[in-house]
C-alpha cells in the first residue's frame, strides 16, 4: 500500500523541466558552453582528475609501445601484436579523456615533463617478456582499481564522465585478463 502511494507522489510530480525555460536558459547561458547550471559536479576538481588519468593513458600508451618494439624471443610475435593493439586501445582513451577536460574548459596537459608522477600507474619496463607481461599486468591492475573508484565518486554528480569512465573501465578490465592470460602462457618462458 505505501509502496503504491510513493508511485502516486512520483507521478504527480513532474520529472521535466518547461521547456521554455529550458530554451531562455540555454539562450541566456549559452558562453557557459557544456557546463550548464544542472552540472552537480565541482569542475575543477574533475579536471584535475581527467588530467590524472589522461596522464595514467598516456603513460600506458608509452609503456605498450615500448614492450611491443621490445619484446624478443621466439614467442613474442603474438605477444607484440597483443602489446601493440592494448597501446592503440590505450591512446583512444586518453583521447576520450582530453576531449572531455576540453569540453568541461579545461586544456588537456599532454606535457611529458611530469607525466610519470601524474599517472596512476608506473612506467615500467621488463627485462624479459613475462617480466613485460607483469608490468602491464600490474599496471591494468592499478587502472582497474583507480577507475572503479572514480565511477563511484561521479556516481550521479557528472554521468558523462562516469560513463566515459566505466567503458574505459571495461577495456582496461579486458586487458588484465588478457595479460592475465598471456601470464600464464609464458611464465617461466625464457626470451
Avoid: W
Avoid at 10 to 15: K, L, N, V
Avoid at 56 to 81: F, K, M, N
Amino acid at each position: 500500500m505505501k509502496a503504491h502511494r510513493d508511485d502516486a507522489k512520483q507521478s504527480a510530480q513532474p520529472f521535466l523541466s518547461d521547456i521554455k525555460t529550458l530554451r531562455e536558459n540555454a539562450r541566456r547561458r549559452i558562453a557557459e558552453g557544456a557546463v550548464t547550471s544542472t552540472y552537480e559536479g565541482d569542475v575543477e576538481r574533475t579536471i584535475d582528475i581527467l588530467q590524472s588519468v589522461l596522464a595514467t593513458e598516456l603513460v600506458c600508451v608509452l609503456r605498450y609501445t615500448q614492450h611491443s618494439i621490445a619484446a624478443t624471443g621466439l614467442a613474442s610475435e603474438g605477444v607484440r601484436a597483443e602489446f601493440a593493439e592494448h597501446a592503440k586501445e590505450e591512446l583512444a582513451h586518453a583521447m576520450s579523456v582530453a576531449e572531455r577536460i576540453n569540453q568541461l574548459g579545461g586544456s588537456p596537459d599532454f606535457n611529458p615533463q611530469g607525466l610519470a608522477s601524474r599517472s596512476a600507474s608506473e612506467y615500467a619496463t621488463g627485462r624479459d617478456l613475462p617480466a613485460m607481461i607483469r608490468e602491464n599486468l600490474i599496471a591494468e591492475r592499478i587502472a582497474v582499481d583507480h577507475y572503479r573508484e572514480l565511477v563511484r565518486y561521479f556516481g550521479d554528480s557528472d554521468p558523462t564522465t562516469r560513463v566515459m569512465l566505466e567503458s574505459i573501465l571495461a577495456v582496461e578490465e579486458e586487458h588484465a585478463s588478457d595479460m592475465q592470460d598471456l601470464l600464464a602462457t609464458h611464465q617461466g618462458a625464457s626470451s
